[in-house]
């Protein structure tokens, strides 16, 4: 079946429909990411978006219900060159064709990535509609009407309704258990694996949940969550983060989570032009100099002026435009990062910031 991309600038891209039919609007991005498609698919970080893929060949080796980051999908549609239609691996449960129809997806195949991609580079993100149903002419006029990305809440979306548990799968040699009070402004299930693996029990908490809540809890450690948006929107919950750094309790934050701490501590965050999403982002830590290669997928960044006199420090850059992508308290056990360490998709290079975060519980 026919389908159409059209673009906020008026841009049309006609393709083939993929998944369900109908109509999508969101913003449109890009990951660069080779593999991990289920988990883009399923990251609450894409919520609100239309998720374009680079790599030409998406659904080779099929999906599998393992591979879930939540509960749900949840872009609000999928642009990609090709769609493979017969999947081969062992681990296989079925096609990502039958996925994205049973799940309600509305994507598109057939279209030329590469040049939506160049568009988004140099014009940034923008607005975007794939319909099976309107023409070019409606499509356009459908998106101009459309709420901007911007202007939406998407974490009180995602968030978890209740709070919930997740047990810990390894065991540390000591025996002891940790416990560790999230908050899910958008928490991929990655995350909590690997704290599990840790010999982490971790107890989920909706992004509303005030301070005295969390704190009842009794928590070893403290982790604010990724997740998607504008952080402008999410006062509520950086005023909670301000009066949980000040406890002692060790704090960990990851994407969205480095933001809101990074407000807490009086910075201001703003928006990259087209974002930095896929498994190839190269991070420096300022302290070791070593370099990382990491899985990143925000749209979003810290802007670290104001955090001159906060104690709060820059401890990582990104090498290809320098922003910031870790922090740091001189005194206080808290420090955040901006990209994936829980990978899925991407290098697990960065997967000892879960046994640092350990660490300093084991320290408090």
Known sequence: MRSLLVLQDGAVFEGRSIGATGTATGEVVFSTSMTGYQEMLTDPSYAGQLLTLTYPLIGNYGVTEEDLESRKVQVS?????????????????????????????????????????????????????????????????????????????????????????????????DGRVFDVSLIDCGVKFNILRALAECGVRTTVFPCTASAEEILERKPDGIAFSPGPGDPKHLEDVVKTARSLVQTGIPTFGICLGNQIIGKAFGADTFKLPFGHR????????????????????????VNPSGLEQSGLEVSHVNLNDGTVEGLRHRELPVFTIQYHPEANPGPRDSAYLFNRFVTAMEKQ
């Not at 239609?85 to 799940?103: H, I, T, Y």
């Not at 070019?136 to 978890?160: F, K």
């Not at 896929?278 to 960044?301: C, F, M, W």
């Open 77 to 173: 549609g999928f642009v990609i060159k090709q769609l493979c239609e017969v999947p081969s691996n062992w681990r296989s449960g079925g096609s990502l064709q039958d996925f994205l129809a049973k799940n309600g997806v509305i994507g598109i195949e057939g279209i030329d990535t590469r040049a939506l991609t160049r568009r988004l580079r140099l014009e940034g993100v923008m607005m975007g509609i794939v319909t099976t149903e309107l023409s070019a002419e409606e499509a356009l006029a459908q998106l101009q009407a459309a709420t901007r990305y911007d202007a939406v809440n998407y974490v009180y979306q995602v968030t978890t309704p209740e709070p919930y548990v997740w047990e810990p799968t390894g065991q540390r040699a």
């Open 278 to 301: 896929g498994g190839n982002h190269p991070v420096k830590d300022l302290e070791t100099e070593r370099v990382y290669i990491t899985s990143q997928n925000h749209g979003y960044a």
